[in-house]
């Protein structure tokens, strides 16, 4: 099964509301990111936060991490049209393999 | 700054015929190469990277392979095409070393085989 496991799958929100996004992942990481997607398009790099960080802030992006739960929230605040999308987290762990495992996404629509 | 280039955007080929995309880095040296493969609505699947010419780790048996045969070029091949081989292929890379920091992705090729 995938290593990193987003929650929900699907998400549906009015413009000014905040969205929260869940990566759940298996096993000890390096570094867990957050990336975008608009439809058809390639992956947009949002944030990085390591395994020794517990929160770390962009703009209206919140993100944390829980290494004892192995769990990891995406919070856009205020979100807008435009941040309709899928959202990915991905994992790097530490075995050598030079690669992140990413997650299935939530795709978030946002309702102007 | 550093750009990365696929083509084609689009392609629709026969089952059964053989398949080429290239990926390209521009204004970064030993770049770490990706190929991911993603169906309708999903998440990313690995296919093949490289952390130096001619040398390609696959990580799933597929009818695709891949070659490196210069320091920022990235082919994903296939002779035989399958239904199952559709998708959208993205390409991706990141600065050279433990291949773990952000990752780059260029704008993808979507492949209909029918």
């Known amino acids: 099964s995938q290593q990193g496991e987003e929650d929900p799958q699907a998400l549906s929100i009015q413009e000014g509301e905040n969205a929260t996004m869940n990566c759940s992942y298996k096993?000890?990481?390096?570094?867990l990111q957050w990336y975008r997607q608009n439809s058809g398009r390639g992956l947009v790099h949002l944030i990085l936060?390591?395994?020794?960080?517990r929160e770390k802030h962009s703009g209206r992006l919140r993100v944390t991490l829980d290494t004892s739960k192995k769990s990891s929230s995406l919070l856009i605040t205020a979100s807008r049209a435009a941040d309709t999308a899928s959202y990915f987290c991905?994992?790097?762990?530490?075995?050598?393999?030079?690669?992140?495992?990413f997650g299935s996404g939530t795709r978030l629509q946002v309702q102007p | 700054s550093q750009t990365i280039h696929q083509w084609p955007a689009t392609l629709v080929q026969p089952v059964g015929s053989p398949l080429s995309l290239e990926c390209t880095v521009e204004?970064?040296?030993?770049?770490?190469l990706y190929w991911y493969r993603q169906a309708a609505g999903r998440g990313l699947q690995l296919l093949f990277y490289?952390?130096?010419?001619?040398?390609i780790s696959s990580e799933v048996p597929q009818n695709l392979s891949a070659s490196r045969p210069q320091d920022r070029q990235f082919i994903l091949s296939s002779k035989k095409l399958l239904l199952s081989d559709s998708g959208f292929y993205l390409c991706?890379?990141?600065?050279?070393?433990?291949?773990?920091?952000?990752?780059?992705f260029g704008p993808g090729t979507r492949l209909l085989v029918l």
């Open positions: 936060i390591r395994s020794n960080e």
């Open positions: 991905a994992t790097a762990v530490d075995t050598g393999r030079r690669a992140l495992t």
């Open positions: 490289s952390v130096g010419i001619g040398q």
């Open positions: 991706a890379w990141t600065p050279g070393g433990q291949g773990q920091e952000t990752q780059y």
């Open positions: 096993t000890s990481i390096n570094n």
């Open positions: 204004g970064t040296s030993n770049p770490n």
